[in-house]
């Protein structure tokens, strides 16, 4: 399997070789605490549907995957994006205008067993901070019952930058997934070297862009 960084850095490339400049500096990691209060309550409202523990903490997403000229953020999303808890996230009313709201949760169906496959273990199953914010977990790759806490908090903080860049005047957010057909060819084909109509990504990127 292809290593997150190196996928990330061959998107970067094509990106790049399609017309897109990337910027050194990137926008800083959303933070709900200082986002407009609809926005936060949005948040609030998904933290407690994957279970969260009154109080909600600070939520601390990492940082953007890519930055790009223009405000343009792209986020690259893995096997470890697709379960029903992103799906959960993508059923509330504000997803509705997400361009890549239908297809995620088509993927987040089809390929939630490879989600399984690469995060029923260790750390991507569970960790102490995960389990303080959505509670214990089911026993390793056991999604019945209370499931994977680190699933959960994934899923959450990927809603939370569904959400920031919503409200965002500065922000234009662009998802993609390895699971994504770009003209014939799949993305993680691509990041494999499969050649990719370098227009018909740009298309897609804007097509994904909100």
Sequence with gaps: MVRTGARAAALQSLMTRAGFRPVAVAPAAPRPDVLPNDAYQQVSEVFEALGGRAPMPALRPGAWDLVFADGLVVELDEELH???YRAQT??????TV?????????????????????????????TTSCESMVGTPS???VLAGSGSPRWKQRALYDAVKDIAAMHSSALRLCRLAIWDTVGDIRLHDAF?????????????VAQRTI
């Design 139 to 141: 026993a390793p790759g």
């Design 90 to 95: 993508l059923g509330f009313p504000w997803a």
């Design 98 to 126: 997400l361009p890549w709201r239908d297809a995620y949760l088509d993927y987040c169906g089809d390929y939630e067993q490879e989600c399984l496959a690469a995060g029923k273990w260790g750390k991507r199953w569970t």
């Design 82 to 84: 697709f379960n029903r």
């Design 192 to 204: 494999a070297g499969s050649a990719l109509d370098l227009q018909q990504l740009a298309d897609f």
